[in-house]
């Protein structure tokens, strides 16, 4: 269906009116990732607190449909759900620092796990295949990687807060351009 006003679809009319939304997005992206590549302790921080705040807020809600009743999960979990729920987010508030660098060493220990599970599967499936030597190589690394962020969590936290940063602001400007491709179309 054209509108009423151009030769254009209507649907390309509406999308180009949300070009500012887009643009809200990139210009918040390219915020956030300033801040982590400038100060990624700080944004891990930060991030780690606002995990907090929206576990709170998770809690206090299934609290809420716990007690109304109209939550069609099995009280049970629910109360365990939203206790979890809140013990989180109070930690993560009360140290946002220790909470992401727990993160950190989870995902240490699932590099470590992974990485030796590519050795142990390309080591068996070696006949099967060609260029196993790869599937080893990225499991070494991958350990090599979980022990470096097991030894110092912190360093770690720092280093994933850069690269996450470094995302964010090419997010931020991909974002900024659709946006502004998109306001021609209005």
Do not use: C, H
Not at 39 to 51: D, I, K, Q
Not at 106 to 130: E, M, N, S
């Amino acid at each position: 269906m054209l509108s009423p006003d151009s030769s254009r679809p209507a649907l390309v009319t509406a999308i180009g009116r949300s070009w500012p939304i887009l643009l809200l997005y990139g210009v918040v992206a390219l915020g956030f990732g300033i801040a982590a590549v400038g100060w990624p302790l700080s944004a891990a921080t930060a991030l780690a607190w606002v995990l907090g705040v929206m576990a709170i807020a998770e809690g206090v809600i299934s609290l809420l449909a716990l007690i109304s009743g109209g939550s069609g999960a099995p009280r049970g979990w629910l109360l365990l759900y939203a206790l979890a729920s809140l013990g989180f987010g109070v930690l993560a508030i009360a140290n946002p620092l220790a909470t992401a660098s727990v993160l950190v060493l989870l995902l240490a220990v699932w590099l470590l796990l992974a990485g030796l599970y590519r050795i142990v599967f390309a080591i068996r499936v070696r006949k099967q295949i060609q260029g196993e030597w790869l599937l080893i190589l990225s499991g070494l690394l991958a350990v090599v990687l979980g022990v470096l962020l097991a030894a110092n969590p912190v360093a770690g936290l720092a280093v994933t807060t850069l690269w996450i940063g470094i995302g964010s602001l090419v997010y931020g400007v991909l974002q900024i351009v659709v946006a502004l491709k998109l306001r021609k179309l209005t």
